[in-house]
């Protein structure tokens, strides 16, 4: 079963805004993850944020988690076309860490 | 490092055949996983390893899937007979041991097509 869902599915903006995207999930986690998946090819580990960490920045990266509400959200600014691609949350649950469980993914678009 | 290599990254195959997909994780890496990947059901987990055993293979849809991993520089994911409805993106992912090595590394992935 899928373990975290993120919201919205399809994201359309602008180049120079910024983008969130917002992932739920449902049981105690030990880490959440952030992955990048680009057409046609592997995803990409953006950024790591561990259960007792509330907000973590990398570059244009800013994401939050919010273990009480079990969601966390990832915002990228001032976004870049090549910024297009498909963004999945994953869940390192506290036992059976060693795994991650993909939400279904966002799919952002940049418009030039 | 050249990064998780996977082969072959397209296979097109009849039903019935059966279909060898192969890994090779990243040198020092000691889990590696294999996943699943179509647009009705998302990125399914399928099995993984830990130092070359088979930990979990909860995701492994019956019988017909079967994974190795002979030593700790390759592993194979094999599917017979092959069935239209396995069509789909697999890919392999691996990543280190401890706190601090969370972070999985995907290969380019193989695109399956049974027809």
């Known amino acids: 079963s899928q373990q975290g869902e993120e919201d919205p599915q399809a994201l359309s903006i602008q180049e120079g805004e910024n983008a969130t995207m917002n992932c739920s999930y449902k049981t105690s986690i030990n880490n959440l993850q952030w992955y990048r998946q680009n057409s046609g090819r592997g995803l990409v580990h953006l950024i790591l944020?561990?259960?007792?960490?509330r907000e973590k920045h990398s570059g244009r990266l800013r994401v939050t988690l919010d273990t009480s509400k079990k969601s966390s959200s990832l915002l990228i600014t001032a976004s870049r076309a090549a910024d297009t691609a498909s963004y999945f949350c994953?869940?390192?649950?506290?036992?059976?860490?060693?795994?991650?469980?993909f939400g279904q993914g966002t799919r952002l678009t940049i418009n030039p | 490092d050249a990064g998780v290599i996977q082969s072959p990254r397209h296979e097109v195959t009849e039903m019935g055949q059966e279909v060898t997909l192969r890994c090779k994780p990243i040198s020092g890496h000691d889990y590696l996983f294999w996943y699943r990947q179509t647009m009705m059901r998302g990125l399914e987990l399928l099995i993984y390893?830990?130092?070359?055993?088979?930990?979990?293979d909860s995701g492994m849809p019956e019988d017909r899937f079967s994974a190795k991993m002979p030593n700790a520089s390759f592993s194979t994911l094999k599917i017979q007979p092959s069935e239209p409805r396995d069509s789909a993106v697999y890919f392999c992912?691996?990543?280190?041991?401890?706190?601090?090595?969370?972070?999985?590394?995907f290969g380019p992935g193989t695109r399956l097509l049974v027809l």
């Open positions: 994953a869940t390192g649950r506290v036992q059976g860490a060693q795994k991650l469980v």
């Open positions: 944020i561990r259960s007792n960490e």
């Open positions: 992912a691996s990543r280190g041991e401890g706190r601090g090595q969370e972070t999985q590394y």
């Open positions: 390893f830990n130092n070359n055993v088979p930990i979990d």
